[in-house]
T-cell receptor, first 113, second 114 residues
């Protein structure tokens, strides 16, 4: 069965420092991986996705993610964090051939000034 | 949140009442989804529909019902059989035809049972 794990409930980083939000996955076929961000009392916004090709995927708002097949990971990264990046981040995975997305439990990112 | 609207933003329900949450999209997407979000549990799929007049149960469908009479609309009814309905409900849509299509989300409806 498809699954995704976000091992950290919360990540704290100072503004200007690099940030990483971790995600590992488990699928039976080829993984299609997504990152979403959620601001308080709002819906989810799509950040980026990995389908195939380059292992480094670039997305919205300066975020990027690195796909690592051997470690079954898809960590979200940003070189320099902003206070406005503080939000809840969700990793999601979809198996090839399946229409459903399976979401992780989310990681709260707090960027301090 | 562009292209998908949910109403109302806040909804209060008395125990024993059915309530219907609205979801409309103007993205011309075939697929639509309903998720429930509870603190610390991420998003859980309630129902999804890949085409008009057809829908499938997700992981937590008990106590919920849906209809898909129009491509643009996918209303969710929370019935009195749902024992713990207080949650944040999110509707989403996507193109079909490939597993790589991202889902677009509405702004959500927060349901509180009084």
């Amino acid at each position: 069965a498809q699954s995704v794990a976000q091992p950290e409930d919360q990540v704290n980083v100072a503004e200007g420092n690099p940030l990483t939000v971790k995600c590992t996955y488990s699928v039976s076929g080829n993984p299609y991986l997504f990152w979403y961000v959620q601001y308080p009392n709002r819906g989810l916004q799509f950040l980026l996705k990995y389908i195939t090709g380059d292992n480094l995927v670039k997305g919205s708002y300066g975020f990027e993610a690195e796909f690592n097949k051997s470690q079954t990971s898809f960590h979200l990264k940003k070189p320099s964090a902003l206070v406005s990046d503080s939000a809840l981040y969700f990793c999601a995975v979809r198996d090839e051939g399946f229409q459903k997305l399976v979401f992780g439990t989310g990681t709260r990112l707090l960027v301090s000034p | 949140d562009g292209g998908i609207t949910q109403s109302p933003k806040y909804l209060f329900r008395k125990e024993g009442q059915n309530v219907t949450l609205s979801c409309e999209q103007n993205l011309n997407h075939d697929a639509m989804y309903w998720y429930r979000q509870d603190p610390g549990q991420g998003l859980r799929l309630i129902y999804y529909s890949q085409i008009v007049n057809d829908f499938q149960k997700g992981d937590i469908a008990e106590g919920y019902s849906v209809s898909r009479e129009k491509k643009e609309s996918f209303p969710l009814t929370v019935t009195s059989a749902q024992k713990n309905p207080t949650a944040f409900y999110l509707c989403a849509s996507s193109m079909t035809g490939g597993s790589y299509n991202e889902q677009f989300f509405g702004p959500g409806t927060r349901l509180t049972v009084l």
